[in-house]
């Protein structure tokens, strides 16, 4: 985790590297938990609050596996580099289903205290409401504020990736990696989502008509979806990827070669892309 310290000029300096008060770099690692899932230690994603009302500014930091990282304030500044993973009140990890949480805090249910709220990487918003004290947070398991709609592949429920549509004109709502923001955007006194996402586009090449690359796409589509149906790769433990057993590995290399072959057929006639979007959501 790094800092962006500003100017008196409005711009910012180089990157600052965060450290606990060891003078280590934090990272998402307790000796309560020495040896974590490994996506609680990347994608990184701090927020800072006062979380325990001491006057300091703490931080909590989401991670790919979609857990919340507490690390607390000791001074301005420094850190207690023991991170405290936030729980629910079965004393399980929260957590956002389809992973990549990036939290935020507002007071949402507008009782004072602090309430956390994140998107995932699948889709949806999730509230975490504050059911203890400014002092002591006690936080809920998450409620929907946006159902997700697409859950990434770790989950259980097996989605089907939607079929592919060339061009943009059917993107009508937001798709994956969900970044949420929340302000009372409409002055209504009540309070908005603004949502940020990862779309993928597929656009045809240059030397088709959308006429001949839609019926390209149509036939690579068949493949494809007879390539998905047939793969075990759904079935394997993406927790435990480090202790797949030999048989494990070569399903996930098989998949990875066909999944190649498909991409480069798919190259002949359209090429995918990512763009983020921005979408509002008022409350009603």
Known sequence: MHIFLGTPDGAFSKPTTIRGTDDKPLIMQSKDNPSPNPKERIKSAPFPIDLNDDGLLDLVSGNSFGTFAFFPATEKGKFNPEPIWLKGPDGQKLRTKAGDSGPTFI??????????????????????KNIGTKKEPQFEKALNLIPPFRLSREDDDEEKMPPRVLGIDHIKAPNVSWRVSIIDFNNDGKLDLIVGDRQFLHLKNESLTLEDANQKLAKWQVKYDAFEKNS????????????WTPAEQK?????????????????????????GFVWLYLQN
């Open 232 to 243: 075990k790769a759904s079935k394997l433990d993406f927790d435990n990827e480090d202790n």
């Open 107 to 128: 007071d949402w249910d507008r009782d004072g205290d602090m309430d956390l709220i994140s998107g995932s990487g699948g889709s949806g918003v999730f509230l975490f």
């Open 251 to 275: 399903i996930w290399e098989d998949y990875l070669d066909g999944a190649d072959q498909l991409d480069a057929e798919y190259e002949k006639f359209a090429q995918e892309t990512a763009l």
